[in-house]
């Protein structure tokens, strides 16, 4: 597909500079600098200001509950960029329910840099530009992953923040932990002139998506699609082709866009997964994307089952 890497997390371009993770000096002097140089996430959600990411210098106060170790995230343009996460931070009063819910509107303030606040990610991603994008959804899942890492899976001792983030190490048994990534297939079935899509329990109310799920160890990606929808709604799935990708860091996936030719129309659910599922037709998709349709809410902007919809609808898939 000429198009994937305009999906939302896609495209960014920042250079990794995997040469500099082992460079401690060259990582302090630009820790050092004074320059904004680190991007501090709050469980989760990147520190904004207006639209845009806010960096602070190494040594800023809103730093002061941030674990040891910088994560190192790349270079962009002329200037390194890290990323600290202050999850240990308890802003004056939370709204729990706000941080739970499917959408987090809610925004933190941290008394040190009050200009900025802390904005969920699934909401601010259409806002930022694709770097911006790219070193948000970076960092969010990086340090996911090492909260939710922190001991050795092999021998259980507390295991080290090293590589600049890159990796963690034991140093009871030396092993190495690499961050994850889980792959999961999301996708376009489509029958003539028609759509399948489909809602999860506790979805907010009226909104439909493409059908999707976690591959399996042993699976490729085609297998996958056709285990996937089978299950969900028995429908047969005969070719499968690969479309697009879109990181989503929630907490650590990548989402592999597909398309697949239904062989079959008729929809069993599997109310586990599935709340409800249907076929839709090109004109009715169009007109629930315009927001004209009565009780149908389609996949938000940013998301890859929004792209994927938009341009089928658009005949952009070559
Ligand atoms: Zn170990």
Same mark, same amino acid.
């Given at each position: 597909?000429?198009?994937?890497?305009? +999906?939302?997390?896609?495209?960014?371009?920042?250079?990794?500079?995997?040469?500099?993770?082992?460079?401690?000096?060259?990582?302090?002097?630009?820790l050092?600098?004074?320059?904004?140089?680190?991007?501090?996430?709050? =469980?989760?959600?990147?520190?904004?200001?207006?639209?845009?990411?806010?960096? +602070?210098?190494?040594?800023?106060?809103?730093?002061?509950?941030?674990p040891?170790?910088?994560l &190192?995230?790349?270079?962009?343009?002329? !200037?390194l960029?890290?990323?600290?996460?202050?999850?240990?931070?308890?802003?004056?009063?939370?709204?729990?329910a706000?941080?739970?819910?499917f959408?987090?509107?809610? %925004?933190?303030?941290?008394?040190?840099?009050?200009? *900025?606040? &802390?904005?969920?990610? =699934?909401?601010?991603?259409?806002?930022?530009?694709? =770097?911006? *994008?790219? @070193?948000?959804? $970076?960092?969010?899942?990086?340090?996911?992953?090492? =909260?939710?890492?922190?001991?050795?899976?092999?021998?259980?001792?507390?295991?080290?923040?090293?590589?600049?983030?890159?990796?963690?190490?034991?140093?009871?048994?030396?092993?190495?932990?690499?961050?994850r $990534?889980?792959?999961?297939? @999301?996708?376009?079935? $489509?029958? !003539?002139?028609?759509?399948?899509?489909?809602?999860?329990?506790?979805w907010?109310?009226?909104?439909?998506?493409?059908?999707?799920? &976690?591959?399996?160890?042993?699976?490729?990606?085609?297998?996958?699609?056709?285990?996937e929808?089978?299950?969900?709604t028995?429908? %047969?799935?005969?070719?499968v082709?690969?479309l697009?990708?879109?990181?989503?860091?929630?907490?650590?996936?990548?989402?592999?866009?597909?398309?697949?030719?239904?062989?079959? %129309?008729?929809? $069993?659910l599997?109310?586990?997964?599935?709340?409800?599922? &249907?076929? @839709?037709?090109?004109?009715?998709? +169009?007109?629930?994307?315009?927001?004209?349709?009565?009780?149908?809410?389609?996949a938000?902007?940013? *998301?890859?089952?929004?792209?994927?919809?938009?341009?089928?609808?658009?005949?952009?898939?070559d």
């Amino acid at each position: 597909m000429r198009l994937a890497e305009t +999906v939302t997390f896609g495209g960014g371009g920042l250079e990794r500079a995997a040469e500099l993770r082992g460079d401690q000096a060259a990582l302090t002097a630009a820790l050092d600098s004074g320059d904004p140089v680190v991007l501090p996430i709050w =469980r989760g959600k990147p520190l904004m200001a207006g639209d845009a990411l806010q960096f +602070v210098a190494g040594d800023h106060a809103i730093l002061a509950d941030a674990p040891p170790g910088r994560l &190192f995230l790349g270079r962009d343009g002329e !200037g390194l960029r890290f990323a600290a996460d202050i999850s240990a931070w308890e802003p004056e009063a939370v709204d729990k329910a706000a941080l739970d819910s499917f959408a987090d509107d809610s %925004r933190q303030t941290h008394p040190a840099l009050p200009e *900025a606040s &802390f904005r969920e990610l =699934r909401l601010a991603m259409v806002a930022l530009s694709a =770097r911006e *994008a790219e @070193i948000a959804a $970076t960092a969010k899942a990086m340090l996911g992953w090492h =909260r939710s890492h922190r001991f050795c899976a092999k021998c259980g001792a507390e295991s080290r923040f090293d590589l600049a983030g890159w990796h963690r190490r034991c140093p009871s048994c030396n092993a190495l932990h690499f961050p994850r $990534t889980d792959p999961v297939v @999301i996708m376009l079935i $489509t029958h !003539g002139n028609d759509l399948l899509i489909g809602r999860s329990p506790g979805w907010p109310q009226g909104m439909y998506s493409l059908l999707a799920g &976690f591959v399996e160890p042993g699976e490729t990606l085609e297998a996958a699609v056709r285990r996937e929808v089978a299950e969900e709604t028995a429908i %047969r799935v005969g070719r499968v082709n690969y479309l697009s990708s879109q990181p989503w860091p929630y907490p650590s996936s990548l989402m592999f866009g597909c398309i697949g030719e239904a062989l079959s %129309r008729e929809i $069993t659910l599997d109310p586990v997964e599935l709340e409800d599922a &249907f076929w @839709i037709s090109r004109e009715d998709l +169009v007109a629930a994307l315009a927001g004209h349709h009565p009780t149908l809410l389609p996949a938000r902007p940013g *998301a890859i089952a929004r792209f994927l919809m938009e341009n089928w609808l658009a005949d952009r898939l070559d």
